[in-house]
């Protein structure tokens, strides 16, 4: 099955200055790759997603890259705020037999943004 | 757009209780609804996948007897954790996959339910 590797698991930056969070994934089929921002007590929200098929997408101060090749994407966050504190996790989807999707989860990194 | 909301927020309940938790897509019909069991601290783990109308799919060491899925309609899933012990406090996740959206494969997750079984 997939397996989704995460690090930083904890990363505390300057207010203003940029995060960047690495993952790689196992399985080459998959093809979705999204970003979730948890905050304490609250389920994931989305907030930027990659398929295979594109290399990089950007939205305001959050980006993410894709490489394929080596099986690894980053999400990259610019000029950082507080309220960007919060686990973020990456995950990897791909569609198994039987037709169900399946998502795994990296293991999350708490950002801390120190005002 | 894209909501989902879950009851109850939060519960707790006596060891050997059953207890129901239910995932409403609010806006658009979910074909497929996922439910997630996160520790604290902890990544999320998939349970089970269900499809409407149709049974679920369960991971690889989740015990469907003991957590039971329906999927009854296009907007609602219950998760029902029979027979709670201590060790099955944790925080139970759903999310919802849009229908309309096709195989473009975004789900929206809901706000999660705080389980505590004593």
């Known amino acids: ?115 | 757009g894209a909501v989902v909301s879950q009851h109850p927020s939060w519960v707790i309940c006596k060891s050997g209780t059953s207890v129901k938790i239910e995932c409403r897509s609010l806006d658009f019909q979910a074909t497929t609804m996922f439910w997630y069991r996160q520790f604290p601290k902890q990544s999320l783990m998939l349970m089970a996948t269900s499809n409407e109308g149709s049974k679920a799919t369960y991971e690889q060491g989740v015990e469907k007897d003991k957590f039971l899925i329906n999927h009854a309609s296009l907007t609602l899933s219950t998760l029902t954790v029979t027979s709670a012990h201590p060790e099955d406090s944790s925080f139970y996740i759903c999310s919802a996959r849009d229908g309309k959206q096709g195989d473009n494969g975004e789900q929206y997750f809901g706000p999660g339910t705080r389980l505590t079984v004593t």
């Open chain 1, 1 to 115: 099955g997939e397996n989704v590797e995460q690090h930083p698991s904890t990363l505390s930056v300057q207010e203003g200055d940029s995060a960047v969070i690495k993952c790689t994934y196992s399985d080459s089929a998959s093809n979705y790759f999204p970003w979730y921002k948890q905050e304490l007590g609250k389920g994931p929200q989305l907030i930027i997603d990659i398929r295979s098929n594109v290399g990089e997408k950007k939205d305001q101060r959050i980006a993410v890259t894709l490489n394929k090749t080596a099986k690894h994407f980053s999400l990259h966050i610019t000029e950082t705020q507080p309220e960007d504190s919060a686990v973020y996790f990456c995950a990897a989807s791909n569609w198994l037999s039987g037709g169900y999707q399946k998502v795994t989860f990296g293991i999350g990194t708490k950002l801390q943004v120190i005002p």
